[in-house]
Nanobody
Framework: QVQLVESGGGLVQAGDSLRLSCAAS????????MGWFRQAPGKERTFVAAMRSSGYRTYYADSVEGRFTISRDNPKNTVYLQMNTLKPGDKAVYYC?????????????????????WGQGPQVTVSS
């Protein structure tokens, strides 16, 4: 099990940028497939972005492709989500998630059930 602590949420205006961080502890971070999900009020938790343990393969939801960038710093045990050109529709609680990279198939990357460990979820609010 890995413990995840996120930071960086807040209130911004449409068009602004924000970076979320997720610090991991407890296991070998470099072995973990890392993802970001979000949950808007009254809606289901949905996939945002993910990255293989090596950092050489990334995945994005269509709604954020080209605006958001996931990255990781394995020596610092941290994964980031850089969010640019934020829109009011990006308002949500954002969750960092971890899963063993071994056996993470491409068709399960966007499924919340594929991830074992979750952070607490910082709020991101975007005003128009």
């Amino acid at each position: 099990q890995v413990q995840l602590v996120e930071s960086g949420g807040g209130l911004v205006q449409a068009g602004d940028s924000l970076r979320l961080s997720c610090a991991a502890s407890g296991r070998t971070f470099s072995n973990y497939f890392m993802g970001w999900f979000r949950q808007a009020p009254g809606k289901e938790r949905t996939f945002v972005a993910a990255m293989r343990s090596s950092g050489y393969r990334t995945y994005y939801a269509d709604s954020v492709e080209g605006r958001f960038t996931i990255s990781r710093d394995n020596p610092k045990n941290t994964v980031y989500l850089q969010m640019n050109t934020l829109k009011p529709g990006d308002k949500a609680v954002y969750y960092c998630a971890a899963a063993s990279d071994y056996g993470m198939a491409a068709y399960t990357v966007k499924a919340a059930y594929a991830y074992n460990d979750w952070g607490q979820g910082p709020q991101v609010t975007v005003s128009s």
